[in-house]
């Protein structure tokens, strides 16, 4: 389903990604990891957020529990890296699914409470048990991880995080074309109608919150080993609101949203630095901007200016304007969540 | 489906009802606004669990399961405002029903060839035709029912539910319907229909299941129901025009309101079409029609509530009132007493009475709601309790007396004795009869057009959004007319076009 000319876009931004990750300097290093895994975060949250409609405030809590799981099993437990990171997303999964049995009875206000809600308790057990967490003093990674004998650098990290961005986007684009993603997208249009179809909406909507909630420890799992160090503090409330933030202005719903939503929430914060407290100031306001000037996102907005400037080019709504569309759709919902 | 029955809160929905749709057979639900169909409907999907009785699929008891339970054994239904997958295209929609919940891998594609042909088959035999690839949003009314009906049907059913599909239809569309749905009962599926639309309704069914008050009072074929007495009584009320003596009426002069050339649509359908209406001060009107026919809407286009969205001319004795939104419509006089009451639930009897006034000023306030409290002595007995726990008829008078205490020029009721035993119904009408002897202005719909005969002074029949026909009550309520746009029938509907095609 994915175009031919697509994919060759799609292959050349991964090759510059990576040829630019393989020699830049280790400031941006570090910036292209952090945006590989705030990226990741998003498209996760994107599943959620772009495909069922669903509303999270507290998923920075599933990415607390992966760093955590994941620093746990190496220090305490002695597992290498990868399956420290494997059983990082089994656990979180296990723990969205389990959210979800509460979080899927209600919605709108009452589910962003719940998320909410399930934020707060997982920063204050990672403040509390102090034998375990090391509560707020945080925990050390003692050695940088190591993938089958080779230690990671931050430039591996770097590459990594993107190998698994473009993996992403490209298992989103799959669910989103499977039966389960169609799913999503209808019982946010009309939930009766969905059910009258045989769809059972529990399973749908409990399966996008587990690959959301996946999505998120695997962000966890790249964030320990590039920072070495996790404390409570690492994971703010603060930065679930960035993420929905970030695919929000990015555009909710399409693929590549997330992405530029991602960049956007590691870069501003980097560019704005000399307005020091009033970083939060200016990012409200281009917020406001951005919802305003394009409430289907960055993404929508460059969609429809190609499409004003090639009228020609798609007579019929295509794919194309099709997803910008659901983009709009669910940005408005979100809006008028997000008022209430 | 035997001995069906729910109630809600108090109210039994639906008793006891029983019936069988036959494989290959079209069977309908009719009957009067709240008589139940729309309940038994949602019991057999499977949206709400039935206090007593079985549901019987052939041998299998499928009482109380699920709706996406239900949809996978073999029951699809359409609802009775389409209820499409807005961001999804045509196709999309059909092929994700294809998959009767069985959803595949999470990567796997929705999408393949040998789906898609079944999908667009489908299309076709519903007689969708264009771009599948449209958004389903960007359909026409009439294309999003048969898009609907393509998708309930790409379940592969053994039972089709349909909830009012020709609502909101233009005549074409609907013969096509007719049709449609005949096709698709020669497939062996048994095809259930809940519908206002009596021409269709009597053309198209094997079986017909009249409901009242939540009972079946009639089974049978069309000829047995139209002239069933039960189901005449159920449909035109008992009251006769003309019975009782009239209050002498003070000389009507002038125009208390005044529609002209009034359209109204509900997003693409239109609902009402080229009104021409007047009231004089002190008279009563009555609205009739089937149920579609655009009563309701018509209350809400002069009351200025949206939807619908309405062009034309409305005049509120000499002043232009159609560019007023809402409440100051109601502040100038124009004040409608909905449908389904609409009392405030949370407040109590008296609470309701002082928000009725609020918009007045210099007002005695509790001189006023003493005088409704003579007019409605049980509402004073009930003064300090909330809204919500009075009895449908309590409920109703409180409305009534609310919309009083707003000050009407004029009065329009949007069918007061909707849900009502005819004893409440005899005592509301009785203090319209009051209000009209006193010279306020009335306007009032009813589906017991009787009722609303015997009250009004003149009446317009309305079909399919425009005026068939109006004059004086009592002539009115002779007209054949009037029974055929309530009861259906070949011949008679023909006559009412040709009289209708005179008429203008």
Not at chain 2, 295 to 308: H, N, V
Request: proline share 4%; aromatic share 6%; charged share 20%.
């Amino acid at each position: 389903m994915i175009s031919r000319a697509s994919l060759l876009i799609a292959v050349a931004a991964f090759a510059i990604a990576i040829g630019y990750a393989a020699v830049a300097d280790s400031y941006a290093v570090f910036l292209i990891a952090t945006i590989s895994l705030t990226a990741i975060a998003c498209i996760g949250l994107n599943v959620l957020l772009g495909l069922a409609g669903q509303i999270s405030l507290g998923h920075i809590g599933f990415m607390a529990i992966g760093a955590y799981t994941t620093v746990l099993l190496m220090e305490k437990a002695g597992w290498p890296y990868l399956a420290a990171t494997a059983g990082a997303i089994v656990l979180v999964s296990i723990v969205g699914g389990l959210l979800a049995l509460p979080a899927l009875r209600v919605r709108g206000p009452y589910l962003a409470m719940v998320t909410i809600a399930f934020g707060f308790i997982v920063e204050h057990v990672t403040i509390e048990w102090r034998d375990l967490t090391g509560g707020g003093n945080g925990l050390m990674l003692s050695a940088p991880p190591s993938v089958f004998g080779y230690a990671l650098s931050e430039r591996s990290l770097a590459i990594a995080g993107i190998v698994l961005v473009f993996a992403g986007l490209f298992l989103f684009e799959r669910l989103k074309r499977s039966g389960w993603g169609y799913a999503m997208r209808a019982a946010r249009d009309t939930e009766v109608a969905t059910r009258s179809l045989g769809i059972d909406l529990v399973h749908v909507r409990a399966v996008a919150f587990v690959i959301s909630a996946a999505a998120m420890a695997l962000a966890g799992a790249l964030f320990a080993p590039l920072q070495g160090y996790i404390s409570p503090s690492s994971f703010p409330f603060l930065q679930s609101v960035l993420l929905l933030f970030g695919v929000m202005v990015g555009g909710a719903g399409s693929a590549l949203g997330p992405v530029i939503g991602a960049a956007l929430v590691v870069l501003l914060p980097e560019a704005l630095s000399d307005l020091a407290e009033y970083r939060l100031l200016a990012f409200g306001v281009l917020l406001f901007v951005v919802l305003r000037a394009a409430p289907s996102g960055i993404v929508g907005l460059v969609e429809q200016l190609v499409a004003k400037f090639r009228p020609r080019a798609s007579p019929r709504p295509g794919p194309r304007s099709r997803r910008r569309m659901s983009i709009r759709r669910s940005s408005k919902r979100i809006t008028r969540r997000g008022s209430t | 489906m035997t001995d069906l029955s729910i109630s809600f809160g108090g109210v039994r929905a639906v008793q006891g009802v029983s019936f069988q749709a036959a494989p290959g057979a079209v069977t309908s639900i009719i009957g009067p606004n709240g008589a139940g169909k729309t309940s038994a409907l949602n019991l057999l999907c499977g949206f709400y669990r039935p206090q007593g009785g079985t549901v019987m699929l052939g041998d299998r008891d499928v009482t109380g399961m699920t709706s996406h339970l239900l949809a996978r054994v073999g029951v699809a239904r359409t609802f009775q405002t389409t209820q499409l997958f807005g961001s999804l295209t045509i196709l999309e929609n059909i092929l994700l029903a294809e998959r009767v919940g069985r959803l595949g891998g999470v990567v796997s594609a929705l999408r393949n060839a040998e789906t898609e042909g079944f999908a667009r088959f489908l299309l076709r035999f519903a007689g969708v035709d264009g771009d599948v690839d449209r958004l389903a949003d960007s359909l026409s009314h009439g294309e999003k029912r048969l898009v609907e009906i393509a998708r309930a049907l790409a379940l592969r059913p053994r039972i089709l539910l349909l909830d009012e599909p020709a609502a909101g239809l233009s005549k074409g569309d609907k013969q096509r319907l007719t049709a449609l749905l005949r096709r698709i009962a020669d497939l062996g599926i048994a095809v259930i229909i809940v519908e206002h639309d009596m021409p269709m309704i009597m053309s198209l069914s094997d079986l017909i299941v009249v409901l009242d008050g939540g009972k079946r009072i009639a089974i049978g074929d069309a000829t047995a129901i139209r002239n069933d007495p039960a189901v005449r009584k159920a449909y035109l009320g008992d009251a006769t025009p003309g019975d009782k003596s009239r209050a002498p009426r003070p000389a009507r002069q002038g125009t208390a309101l005044e529609v002209k050339a009034l359209d109204s649509f509900y997003g693409l359908s239109r609902a009402l079409n080229g009104i021409d209406l007047v009231v004089a001060p002190g008279e009563a009107v009555a609205v009739l029609g089937a149920n579609g026919a655009g009563k309701t809407t018509l209350m809400r286009s002069i009351a200025g509530l949206e939807p619908p969205r309405s062009t034309g001319e409305v005049r509120l004795a000499e002043t232009r009132i159609d560019t007023m939104p809402a409440h100051v419509r109601a502040r100038a006089g124009v004040v409608l007493v909905p449908e389904g009451r609409q009392v405030f639930p949370e407040l109590t009897v008296k609470q309701n009475l002082e928000l009725g006034a609020y918009a007045r000023k210099g007002l005695d306030l509790d001189a006023e709601i003493e005088a409704m409290f003579v007019r409605f002595p049980r509402l004073k007995e009930r003064i300090e309790q909330r809204a919500g726990l009075l009895s449908g008829g309590e409920q109703q008078m409180l409305a009534v007396a609310r919309g009083l205490l707003t000050g009407p020029k004029i009065f329009m009721l949007d069918e007061p004795s909707l849900g009502l035993a005819p004893l409440v119904v005899d005592e509301l009408f009785a203090s319209f009869e009051r209000l009209r002897s006193e010279g306020m202005t009335i306007m009032v719909v009813d589906q017991m057009a009787g009722h609303a005969l015997a009250l009004a002074d003149r009446a317009y029949l309305l079909e399919t959004g425009a005026i068939l026909k109006s004059g004086a009550a009592d002539i009115i309520a002779e007209d054949p007319l009037l029974e055929a746009a309530y009861l259906g029938g070949e011949a008679q509907a023909g006559a009412a076009q040709r009289l209708a095609a005179q008429a203008r």
